[in-house]
């Protein structure tokens, strides 16, 4: 198999309370396990597809079938969603990446709300994102399905520093059809140095 879904970095319960044990199993053993045998089957029908890495597939997904845009994005996304995330430790963005935030959105609260609406604002399933843009500094979008700001059929393409899931799936057990009361308590468990190398690696 090419591809695997990596074991959590943490405990199924460990961002709890902000996001339920039975919701963390399921989306990681289940939902992202899904992505990743769709996408194996894919590749292993498609020799063209022989040897290429995850972030070859995700950047030329526009140019692939649907099959590989949505199970490799749903791949990327879910790998990095789960390391984007880590127990609650009450601690912010700093350095860099704090003044970075406050130069774009004003303050951290400014970033939340512009991150909250997007993800609040997507039409159906997808991602809200907090992106570098090359040449442009920290910009919030949102992506739908399984796309992703890496991909070349992106709106806003640049480096993932945050995403957020606001599938249903993500949230549903514990806040129901409550999509902006999801949004707004996964800041406690955002892993800020985790967004820290992400924004070190995109300059
Ligand atoms: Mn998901």
């Known amino acids: 198999m090419a591809f695997s879904v990596a074991p959590l970095p943490y405990d199924y319960a460990a961002l709890e309370p902000t996001i339920d044990a039975a919701t963390m199993k399921l989306h990681h053993d289940k939902h992202h396990q ?11 029908g498609d020799p063209s597809l022989g040897g290429k890495s995850l972030e070859e597939l995700v950047a030329s ?5 649907k099959v590989v845009r949505n199970n490799g994005g749903g791949h990327w996304n879910h790998s990095f969603f789960w390391e984007i995330m880590a127990p609650a430790s009450g601690k912010g963005p700093e350095g860099e990446l704090a003044q970075a935030i406050d130069s774009a959105f004003g303050s951290l609260d400014g970033l939340k709300e512009k991150f909250n609406a997007a993800g609040a604002g997507q ?5 809200a994102w ?17 796309d992703n700001p890496l991909m070349d059929v992106a709106e806003v393409k640049g480096t993932p520093i945050l995403g957020n899931d606001v599938w249903e799936h993500a949230y549903y057990l514990t806040y129901n059809n409550r999509r902006a009361d999801y949004l707004k308590a996964w800041w406690d468990v955002v892993n800020w140095d985790k967004a820290a190398e992400h924004f070190a690696s995109a300059k």
Do not use: C, M
């Not at 899904?34 to 292993?44: C, F, G, I, P, S």
């Not at 997904?61 to 079938?65: E, F, P, R, T, V």
């Open 34 to 44: 899904t992505y990743v045998d769709n996408l194996n089957k894919a590749v292993e």
């Open 61 to 65: 997904a526009g140019a692939g079938s």
């Open 123 to 127: 039409f159906g399933s997808g991602w």
């Open 130 to 146: 907090l992106v570098a843009v090359p040449g442009q500094g920290l910009v919030v979008t949102s992506t739908p399905n399984q």
